[in-house]
């Protein structure tokens, strides 16, 4: 009766432990997202006070702008930020939006890699440096992020 009465406890126990285990990774994985953002936010405005005119990383309506912030040395952020497969949970795009042939805003997000599993909020800098949140991964039909243009959380 007794080692039964043990393997009940481990299973309570278990059952109790696991899932606070895992809303402590995803807890981690969205700290680290915010973190990330506002890396990147600080490597493009670095950029762009680099210029002679004043610019965020594009070159054309095809460049994503990661390569000014990567190819340089020292680079402004490393290229593993923006890997397909992800960082510590989370899939980093920036997004350039060209005037002209001029990049003059911008919007980064992060987006969970598995929606309630890695992350629960997705996460969206603009140039206005503002860190904004939202928990729908269908804010917005065609844009994952849920954020629009100007990295305005729309719900």
């Known amino acids: 009766m007794t080692e039964r009465n043990e393997r009940m406890g481990l299973i309570i126990l278990a059952a109790i432990a696991i899932p606070n285990l895992l809303r402590a990774r995803l807890n981690a994985n969205e700290a680290a997202a915010q973190s990330t953002i506002k890396t990147i936010s600080t490597a493009v405005e670095s950029f762009r006070a680099a210029q002679t005119t004043p610019t965020y990383p594009a070159v054309d309506s095809t460049d994503t702008g990661v390569t000014g912030l990567t190819n340089v040395t020292p680079a402004y952020v490393d290229a593993g930020i923006f890997a397909a497969a992800g960082r510590q949970g989370y899939v980093f795009v920036y997004r350039p939006t060209l005037v002209g042939a001029v990049a003059q805003r911008y919007v980064a997000t992060a987006t969970p890699v598995t929606d309630n599993v890695t992350g629960s909020r997705r996460f969206a800098v603009n140039e206005t440096g503002v860190l904004k949140a939202a928990a ?20």
Do not use: C, F, H, M
């Not at 729908?136 to 719900?155: C, F, I, K, L, R």
């Open 136 to 155: 729908s991964p269908t804010a917005v039909p065609g844009d994952s992020a849920g954020y629009n243009a100007w990295g305005e959380v729309v719900q």
